[in-house]
C-alpha cells in the first residue's frame, strides 16, 4: 500500500507522548503490512512497529514495547503510532511505510517495505 505522512511529529518534553498519523492507499481485498520506522543521523533506518491490515497482527520492536501502540483504521485506512513515556533516545526522522499485498507477517527491516511517506521529525529534550 502506498502511504503519505499526514500529522504528527514536532517537539515534546521527555516523559510526553506524541501521535504520527499517515494515510495508507490499497486494495482492500488483500493483507498488507503497514509500519512505521525511525532514523538517526549516520545509523540505519530501524523499525519500531508493524501490522497487517487483516487479522491485526502486531510486531514491536523490543526496544518500545509498552511504550508505543501501532494501530490501523481500516474505514479510513489511516495509520497511527502512540509514542508514550518519550525519551531523548526516541528524538528521530518517523517515517511510514506499506507493503504489496498477500503478507501475513510483517518483518521490522526496511527492505520488506516498498512505499515510503516523507519523513516527519520527533524531537524530544530532557
Known amino acids: 500500500a502506498q502511504v503519505e505522512m499526514v500529522s504528527g511529529g514536532g517537539s515534546a518534553q521527555a516523559g510526553g507522548s506524541l501521535r504520527l498519523s499517515c494515510k495508507a492507499s490499497?486494495?482492500?481485498?488483500?493483507?498488507?503490512?503497514l509500519a512505521w520506522f525511525r532514523q538517526t543521523p549516520g545509523k540505519e533506518r530501524e523499525g519500531v512497529a508493524a501490522?497487517?491490515?487483516?487479522?491485526?497482527?502486531?510486531f514491536y520492536a523490543d526496544s518500545v514495547k509498552g511504550r508505543f501502540t501501532i494501530s490501523h483504521d481500516n474505514a479510513k485506512n489511516m495509520l497511527s503510532l502512540e509514542i508514550n513515556s518519550l525519551t531523548a533516545d526516541d528524538s528521530a526522522l518517523y517515517y511510514c511505510?506499506?507493503?504489496?499485498?498477500?503478507?501475513?507477517?510483517?518483518?521490522?527491516?526496511?527492505?520488506?517495505?516498498?512505499?515510503w511517506s516523507q519523513g516527519t521529525q520527533v524531537s524530544v529534550s530532557s
Open positions: 501490522l497487517t491490515t487483516m487479522g491485526g497482527n502486531r
Open positions: 511505510a506499506g507493503s504489496k499485498p498477500a503478507r501475513s507477517i510483517c518483518p521490522l527491516t526496511a527492505d520488506s517495505y516498498d512505499y
Open positions: 490499497g486494495p482492500s481485498y488483500a493483507s498488507y503490512c
